[in-house]
C-alpha cells in the first residue's frame, strides 16, 4: 500500500471515474483489421488496405468505402468466423484484465465496431461482453456467399459511431460518464457524447486521432487506460481493498506517464510526481519533479 500513499501528488487535478466504457475492436482491442484479414483471405489485400487507411484517417468518408470494400472482397460466411478466430490470437495485451477489473468496479464495457457482429461475438464472450453490448455491422449470406448488409445499421453510414452512441444514450443504455477508446478518427467524431475520448495508437498512430482525442497512448498495451477508468477516488479503492489489482495499476499509471494528454482532458497541467517505483515497488519520493501536460 506504500506506493499509493502520495496519490495525491500524482493527481492533483483528479478526475471523477467512468460509468461506460466503448471499446473498438479493430486495431485497438485487437491487433488486426478484420476487413483487411477478409481482403487477403480473397487476393484482395492491397486494394482493400488503402480504402480501409484512408477512411480510418478520416480522408475518406467510412459510408463511401463501406459497400465498397464488401463488393470487392465477396466475403463468404465461413470467413467471418475465422477472423473471429484471430481477433482471439491478437487481443490487445492487458485488455482482459482491465475490463475485468472495470467491470468488478461497476463499469459498464461495450464493444462499438465497424466490423462485423459474426467476428466479434467469439471475442466478446471471451471478455465476458453481453451480446446485448456488441454493436456492429451485419452481413447477409445466401448459401454461405456474400449477400449485402444490414444498410439500416448506423455504423454502416458517415459519423455511424456518433450517430449509435447519441441512440443508445436516448436509449439509456449508456449512462453516467462516457468514455471511448479506439485508434480511428470515428471516435474522435464522438467527443462532443463522450466525456472522455482515449486515443489508442499502439498498433496505428493516426495524425488526426493523436491531435484531437483527449488522451492519446502509444504503447501496445491497454493498462494505461485502466486508470483512466477509475479516476483518482477508483485507483485509490482499490489499491486500499484489493491487494491482487495494485501492480497492475502501477503499471498502467506509470504507462500513462508516457501518454499525451489535451486541454480538454484531465488538465494535468501542474506539475506531478512522475511515477517511480524502487526495487520493493515503493514510491521514490525523491524522484524530480517533471510535467506530465503535453496539451496546448
Known amino acids: 500500500m506504500a506506493e499509493f500513499e502520495h496519490l495525491e501528488y500524482l493527481y492533483p487535478l483528479s478526475w471523477d471515474p467512468l460509468q461506460s466504457l466503448v471499446v473498438d475492436v479493430d486495431s485497438c482491442a485487437t491487433a488486426i483489421e478484420g476487413i483487411d484479414m477478409l481482403a487477403e483471405m480473397n487476393g484482395t489485400k492491397h486494394e482493400v488496405e488503402k480504402l480501409t487507411t484512408s477512411a480510418m484517417d478520416g480522408n475518406v468518408p467510412f459510408d463511401e468505402v463501406f459497400a465498397l470494400r464488401l463488393e470487392i472482397i465477396q466475403p463468404k460466411e465461413n470467413d467471418l468466423l475465422l477472423v473471429g478466430k484471430q481477433y482471439l490470437n491478437t487481443i490487445t495485451p492487458h485488455v482482459p484484465k482491465v475490463i475485468e477489473i472495470a467491470q468488478s468496479q461497476g463499469v459498464d464495457i461495450f464493444l462499438l465496431s465497424g466490423g462485423y457482429d459474426t467476428a466479434i461475438y467469439p471475442l466478446a464472450d471471451y471478455l465476458n461482453v453481453p451480446r446485448e ?76 486521432v493523436l491531435k484531437e482525442a483527449d488522451v492519446f497512448i502509444s504503447q501496445p498495451t491497454f493498462s494505461p487506460v485502466l486508470p483512466l477508468i477509475l479516476g483518482r477516488q477508483g485507483i485509490e479503492e482499490c489499491a486500499k481493498f484489493h491487494r491482487h489489482m495494485r501492480s497492475f495499476i502501477r503499471d498502467g499509471l506509470n504507462c500513462l506517464n508516457q501518454a499525451k494528454f489535451q486541454h480538454r482532458a484531465i488538465m494535468l497541467n501542474q506539475q506531478i510526481l512522475q511515477w517511480r517505483t524502487n526495487e520493493e515497488g515503493q514510491l521514490n519520493e525523491n524522484h524530480p519533479l517533471s510535467p506530465i501536460w503535453l496539451g496546448n
Open 133 to 208: 453490448q456488441v454493436f456492429a455491422n451485419h452481413l447477409f449470406f445466401h448459401h454461405g456467399a456474400y449477400a449485402g448488409f444490414d444498410d439500416k445499421n448506423p455504423l454502416c453510414g458517415k459519423s455511424g459511431k456518433l450517430a449509435l452512441i447519441k441512440l443508445l444514450r436516448l436509449q439509456r443504455k449508456l449512462w453516467g460518464r462516457i468514455g471511448i477508446v479506439g485508434d480511428g478518427i470515428s471516435e474522435v467524431e464522438t467527443k462532443s457524447v463522450v466525456d472522455l475520448c482515449i486515443g489508442f495508437g499502439g498498433h496505428v498512430a493516426r495524425e488526426k
